[in-house]
């Protein structure tokens, strides 16, 4: 039988009938798991190659509103694990996906979050194999949470890491900066602000393959979540062991996100993204990167920001329009609450 409820009960947690009709209809009806059983079973052909490692990486998704302009709860949760995963140099093959969901949740939401997870898994070239729901009270959740975890497989002979960075290593970024944080700012309506943002929210599996293959000496690669590019740039400079200066000219930023940040009194570089990435390449292979970055729709944008450097070793700073230098330090606080 068919779910008829239009929205969640505590019935949809409880481990009866209803709970089934929700999982088999909203849920496996689209992700179509290979069986029923308490665990996917993967192959292990994945790791035929001698010499090829598996990436595992899990998170959890908590945004208001749970949609907002260019996605919504489920491409956050789908993209950014799949965004772990390849910037580690995994290539994405599984994710594993479990909600919780409160009680008078719009059943058609849970339709759309699904739905759109199922588009992002097919562009990244994984599957959604297992996962798990639970019903919580209503006021104890935010209408759904979703955490997933993914795994990855690194072919042999790839090793991408901070520690591999070197002084005059460039700095590239795929696209403009801080379109998530502001676009879910403008979502919730706090505040009299109106534009045209959308979210960055993209898979960037594809991205780093195609930067792998024109630059196959690329040292490392973080996305830019939580804290936006400043607190990925000083997690890099910390673990490198060296200094990164970059070039505020150079930083690509729309009018509408500078706007915001100027009236809201917030900085850029901490914005939250999720489609955006820092790589860091060997010099001499930073226009093989950028023309190939460029040649992927999710870095058609992709420029050149800085270079590591000598400096003191974990510091970030920023040549400024002025002609000065200010450090960049990591996030102090908290920006914006409940973006990703």
């Not at 969640?8 to 089934?20: E, F, I, N, T, Y």
């Not at 450097?309 to 920023?318: F, H, L, S």
Request: proline share 4%; net charge negative; hydrophobic share 45%.
């Amino acid at each position: 039988m068919s779910l008829r409820d239009k929205r969640v009960s505590l019935a949809h947690g409880g481990g009866g009938k209803a709970m089934r009709d929700l999982i088999d209809e909203i849920f496996t009806g689209v992700f179509e798991p290979d069986s029923m059983e308490d665990q996917a079973r993967l192959s292990a052909d994945a790791l035929r190659d001698p010499g090829a490692r598996l990436a595992f990486t899990t998170d959890s998704f908590v945004v208001t509103p749970v949609e907002f302009p260019g996605g919504d709860i489920g491409k956050l949760a789908v993209c950014g694990t799949v965004n772990d995963l390849a910037v580690g140099g995994g290539v994405p093959r599984w994710l594993s996906a479990a909600f919780i969901i409160e009680e008078g949740t719009d059943v058609d939401l849970l339709r759309r979050i699904v739905a759109t997870m199922k588009v992002e898994a097919d562009k990244a070239g994984v599957r959604i194999v297992t996962g798990d729901t639970k019903v919580v009270d209503r006021g104890s959740a935010d209408k759904v949470f979703v955490t997933t975890t993914g795994i990855g497989i690194i072919p042999p002979g790839r090793d991408i890491a901070a520690v591999h960075i070197r002084p005059g290593d460039v700095a590239i970024v795929n696209g403009v900066l801080g379109d998530h944080g502001a676009c879910i700012l403008g979502a919730r309506g706090d505040l009299a602000l109106s534009s045209a943002l959308e979210s960055d929210c993209a898979g960037l599996g594809h991205l780093m393959e195609a930067a792998l293959a024109a630059a196959p000496n690329l040292r490392a690669a973080r996305d830019c979540t939580r804290g936006g590019l400043a607190s990925a740039l000083n997690e890099i400079a910390e673990a490198a062991g060296v200094s990164v200066e970059i070039d505020e000219e150079a930083l690509p930023l729309r009018d509408e996100v500078k706007g915001t940040c100027e009236i809201l009194g917030l900085d850029p570089l901490y914005l939250a993204n999720e489609g955006r990435l820092v790589l860091f390449v060997p010099e001499d292979e930073a226009e093989a990167a950028l023309a190939a970055m460029r040649g992927v729709d999710t870095g058609a944008g992709a420029v050149i920001i800085g270079r590591a450097g000598d400096g003191p070793a974990g510091q970030v700073t920023m040549r400024t329009l002025f002609g000065g230098s200010r450090i960049v330090d990591m996030l102090v606080g908290e920006q914006l609450p409940r973006i990703c």
